[in-house]
């Protein structure tokens, strides 16, 4: 199927299959408005931030960006937040339920610091495109060059001023376009105007994708009862930097290798229907729970993350899913997931 064969692109009918199809191949335009948007100021802002969360916040230059966790003192996850380096301020995004967590959880610990957040989540929007043509579509809606991973650049799209920001949170081509709320409608109508065959994209959509790709949620994956090792968030880690909430914990289990449980892939077949939460059992001994559940028409079975102990976490591995409907086979997969079950 090519761009031009999305069969819903002229009713506003497109299947999940379509939208898929899109992401994957072309361009999707998904609307992110729900996530939370924080600007913050001061000239301790960045400092402050360093010292609450996991990567290295220091020398972050002017339009560039990063991803960073905030851990509480036990080490455990409050959210993965990507903080945008911008004239003045920082743009912090944060999980789409997190916004007031965060901004309170960095104003119970600003002390004599010179910072300020101001929640500007409702007063702007957030569009994403998302796939292999989105650098194409950018060029074409303002002559924007491709940027590199976790850059941005300040352009016009139909007449509204935006942020444009790479953050490929998808492990896949992602740009995010943060803009005034009253400007949300003209950019989304350009972009599904273009020439490109762009195809508007919904959160099940959404999160199949995410689900394939392995990339943990927050309230999914990312919780308070998890911490960013097993949860796979290693790379936004900095075990260089000096002290931050929760890195005794995160340091000594890195160090002493005493990661117990991890991030994996998930399947079962289509006739199954294994629900979030379920526990998974290993010869009746509870090894790990289920945290995402999704339906791939083009791997043809039922997929899913978990957190399961090292012990049972290698491909191949079969298990069971308790649930209200009786017990579900499932069987641990590499991350991504392919065409062929690991």
């Known amino acids: 199927m090519s761009t031009s064969q999305l ?13 898929h199809y899109a992401v994957r191949e072309g361009v999707g335009l998904v609307d992110r408005s ?40 036990k080490g455990r996850v409050v959210d993965l937040i990507f903080v945008l380096a911008l004239d003045g301020h920082l743009l912090v995004l944060t999980g789409p339920d997190e916004r007031t967590k965060v901004a309170e959880w960095i104003d119970f610990y600003t002390f004599t610091e010179d910072v300020s957040v101001e929640d500007v989540t409702d007063e702007t929007g957030q569009l994403a495109l998302v796939g292999p043509k989105a650098a194409v579509l950018l060029e074409e809606l303002c002559g924007l060059d491709v940027l590199e991973t976790y850059e941005s650049a300040s352009v016009a799209i139909a007449g ?5 920001v790479r953050t490929d949170f998808l492990k896949q081509p992602v740009y995010e ?3 005034p709320l009253d400007g949300l409608d003209a950019v989304r109508e350009a972009a599904l105007s273009s020439g490109l065959g762009v195809a508007p994209v919904g959160d099940d959509t959404l999160d199949l994708v995410r689900i394939e790709q392995g990339v943990p949620a927050q309230g999914r994956e990312l919780t308070e009862d998890s ?10 880690i900095s075990f ?3 002290c931050y909430i929760g890195q005794e914990v995160v340091a000594r289990l890195n160090t002493y290798d005493k990661v117990q449980r991890g991030l994996v892939g998930l399947s079962w077949g289509l006739d199954a229907a294994p629900e979030v939460g379920a526990d998974l059992f290993a010869e009746d001994k509870k090894v790990g729970v289920l945290t995402s559940t999704s339906k791939s028409n083009r791997l043809n079975r039922g997929i899913g993350l978990g957190l399961v102990r090292n012990a049972h976490s290698e491909p191949g591995v079969v298990l069971v899913a308790g649930s209200p409907e009786g017990p579900a086979t499932v069987v641990v997969e590499g991350l991504p997931f392919t065409s062929e079950p690991s």
Do not use: F, W
């Not at 069969?7 to 939208?19: K, V």
């Not at 509204?160 to 444009?164: C, I, K, P, R, Y």
């Not at 911490?227 to 936004?236: F, M, R, S, T, V």
């Open 240 to 242: 260089n930097k000096g």
């Open 7 to 19: 069969t819903g692109l002229r009713d506003g009918t497109l299947s999940i299959e379509d939208e």
């Open 177 to 179: 376009i943060v803009l």
């Open 227 to 236: 911490n960013p090792l097993e949860a796979g968030l290693i790379d936004h």
């Open 34 to 73: 729900a996530v939370g948007r924080l600007r913050i100021t001061g000239e301790d802002a960045v400092d402050l931030l360093d010292r609450l969360s996991t990567n290295q916040m220091q020398g972050l230059a002017r339009g560039c960006g990063l991803y960073t966790v905030l851990t509480n003192n």
């Open 160 to 164: 509204v001023e935006v942020t444009v």
